[in-house]
Structure formats: C-alpha cells, structure tokens
C-alpha cells in the first residue's frame, strides 16, 4: 500500500512540474521568442525602407524622389510591410504588420487579412492579432476608445485612423466584420476603413473583440511623426 501511494505521489508531484513548466513556456518563453521576432521583423523592414529610399535617390541632391513617391509594392505572404503604433497601448507599444493570418505570421506580428484592402486605401483593412500568448501584442484591446488614434506607416506615408466604438464582441464564423462595408459598424457606405480583431475572452477563443476605425489623415514621412504620436 505504501508502495502505491507512493508511486501516486511522486506521479502528482511530475505532473504538476510538467503543468508548471507547459505554463512558463506559454506565458513567458513564447513572449520573448515572440518579442525577439516582432523585433527582427522592424528591423528587417527599416532596412528595406532605407535601402529603397537609396535606390530611389531620396537621399538629397537635386533629382532626389521624396519617400512619399515610391510605391510600396505588393503584398507578399507572411512579409512585414508596415509598423503599427496604439498610443493607447502607451508610446513604446509599435508592432509589425504581417500579409496573412496564419499561425506562423501571428507569432511574428499582427497579421493582414489577405482579402481586405491594402493600407491607406478605399475598402476595409483588417488586422489580427493575438490577445495572449506570442507577445501578447492586443493584451490591451479592451480599453480602446472611440477617437483612440491608431497609426500605421509603410516607410513612404503616415496613416492616422480614429476608432469610432467600444470593442465589438461577437463569434468567429462573423466574417462580416472585416466586409468593405463592415456590417454593425455603424458605417453607411463606403470609406477608407480599419478593422483590428483579436480574441476573447481573454485566455480563450469563443468569441472575437471587434474595433473599427476610420482614415483621418495622411502625411509623407519626411514630414515627421503625426501628432498622434508626439508626447
């Protein structure tokens, strides 16, 4: 009998350690992993952007082509191609926007819904990105408020859009959420929209949190920061 309920115990004692350390690895390993990623892809991406206004002769001199007339390219799966900044999320929060959403793009950044529209331009863009785990990159998404600035840069021109709700939560099969004319926003026809998406509740999957936002400005990045972003 001894044997047994010491066989037992040392077995509860193992498999806690091993729930301990499934816990460790979920909550702190993939954040730095997931941080360390985020962060090679801005790198990878101001490098590009710099290379490009190079190429470009944007550098200076007479025949020099401002940032704001290259045309980013198209997009390409699972490529970074724009940083975004929540000031919500306080000034330091800036991630990188990825084309796609699968699982592999979502641990290195927020991910482009491939259907949707590119940044800055006529339809809907919509973004997703993990609430927990990988960074916890939307960990703050509920406390988004309407006027809330969110801004966005391609490396030739500044987005600012505003949020106009609350999150929105509803299921995940509600693709009309991220439609040109996202259903239940309140728009009545089209614009230049932002849709971000993320999970909930907040260590689950059962339902989605909803934003939309509306383009309110553009600027060249030669001319500075948006003002969203000056303390």
């Given at each position: 009998m001894r044997v047994l309920v010491r066989t037992f115990s040392e077995l509860c004692v193992t498999v806690g350690a091993l729930i301990v350390l499934f816990v460790v690895y979920v909550l702190f390993w993939t954040g730095v992993r997931a941080d360390r990623a985020m962060d090679d892809q801005i790198g990878e991406l101001q490098d590009r952007w710099a290379r490009d206004s190079v190429s470009t002769g944007s550098g200076g001199g007479e025949d020099a082509l401002d940032a704001s007339s290259r045309k980013p390219g198209p997009y390409k799966d699972g490529e970074a191609f724009a940083v975004m900044y929540i000031p919500r999320f306080g000034f330091t929060w800036n991630?990188?926007?990825?084309?796609?959403?699968?699982?592999?793009?979502?641990?290195?950044?927020?991910?482009?819904?491939?259907?949707?529209?590119?940044?800055?331009?006529?339809?809907?863009?919509?973004?997703?990105?993990?609430?927990?785990?990988?960074?916890?990159?939307?960990?703050?998404?509920?406390?988004?408020?309407?006027?809330?600035?969110?801004?966005?840069?391609?490396?030739?021109?500044?987005?600012?859009?505003?949020?106009?709700?609350?999150?929105?939560?509803?299921?995940?099969?509600?693709?009309?959420?991220?439609?040109?004319?996202?259903?239940?926003?309140?728009?009545?026809?089209?614009?230049?929209?932002?849709?971000?998406?993320?999970?909930?509740?907040?260590?689950?999957?059962?339902?989605?949190?909803?934003?939309?936002?509306?383009?309110?400005?553009?600027?060249?990045?030669?001319?500075g920061k948006p003002k969203a972003l000056r303390r």
């Open positions: 991630k990188p926007v990825l084309h796609g959403t699968g699982t592999d793009v979502l641990k290195k950044g927020l991910g482009h819904y491939a259907s949707t529209a590119r940044l800055g331009q006529k339809g809907n863009f919509s973004v997703a990105g993990h609430r927990r785990t990988y960074g916890d990159p939307f960990k703050d998404f509920p406390s988004l408020r309407p006027n809330d600035a969110v801004v966005l840069t391609d490396g030739t021109t500044w987005f600012t859009y505003r949020v106009d709700n609350e999150p929105y939560k509803t299921l995940p099969g509600d693709i009309g959420v991220i439609d040109p004319v996202p259903r239940r926003s309140g728009y009545d026809g089209p614009g230049r929209y932002l849709t971000l998406t993320t999970c909930e509740p907040e260590w689950g999957h059962s339902h989605r949190l909803i934003v939309w936002a509306h383009l309110d400005a553009t600027q060249p990045v030669e001319a």
